[in-house]
Every structure is written in structure tokens, then in C-alpha cells.
Nanobody
């Protein structure tokens, strides 16, 4: 059983930056990690994913070039650096641990954190 705990959310003005962290415990060895987000009234959507060894990443079109996912396997932690934030980035951000590399569908992930709120004001 993997447990994931996110942190780093908050309120930021448009154009600002935030860094989210997700610390994992349990069996995370050689598994991809990802970030999803869910805005009020919307489906949870894929944001970014990173290969277990950190050398491959993949982003949704909406965040490509603005967000960067990274991981430190020694610390069992994955990060999401968010820059040039927009009001439409407002959502609860969830960390997830995956079954296969480069899966963007929720069904490809079998462990989830509790989420951290990100609010971007205009």
C-alpha cells in the first residue's frame, strides 16, 4: 500500500509561481508518478507524469512550457514547479502513482494523495 501526501498549495496571483511536493511511503520502486487536477464542477484531468528514473516527462497541452515535474527518488518525493500561473489553473492538485509509463487516464493510477488546493487570482 502506497501513501501519498501533497503539500505546497496556496493562493497566488496570476503570473506567479508555486511548487507542489508529494512525498510517498510504501512500495514506489520503479513506478511512474503523476499530477492530476480537478477544478470545481469538472472532471479530474491529467497534468504531468514522470518516468521512475526521472529522465522522461510528459505534459498536458494546457501546462506544457509552464509546469515542470521532477522527482528525487532518494527522498521518495515528486515535485510540480508551476510558473506563469493563470486563473484557469485553479484546482485541487492530486499526486498519483502509476502502473504504466505515460498513462494519462485515471485508471492507470492505483494510488492517490488527498489533494492540495491551488488558487490563482486574476
Amino acid at each position: 500500500q502506497v501513501q501519498l501526501v501533497e503539500s505546497g498549495g496556496g493562493l497566488v496571483q496570476a503570473g506567479g509561481s508555486l511548487r507542489l511536493s508529494c512525498t510517498a511511503s510504501g512500495r514506489t520502486f520503479r513506478r511512474p508518478m503523476a499530477w492530476f487536477r480537478q477544478a470545481p464542477g469538472k472532471e479530474r484531468e491529467f497534468v504531468a507524469t514522470i518516468h521512475w528514473n526521472g529522465d522522461r516527462t510528459y505534459y498536458s497541452d494546457s501546462v506544457e512550457g509552464r509546469f515542470t515535474i521532477s522527482r528525487d527518488n532518494a527522498k521518495n518525493t515528486v515535485y510540480l514547479q508551476m510558473t506563469s500561473l493563470k486563473p484557469e489553473d485553479t484546482a485541487v492538485y492530486y499526486c498519483a502513482i502509476g502502473l504504466l509509463w505515460r498513462t494519462t487516464d485515471r485508471s492507470g493510477y492505483d494510488g492517490w494523495g488527498q489533494g492540495t488546493q491551488v488558487t490563482v487570482s486574476s
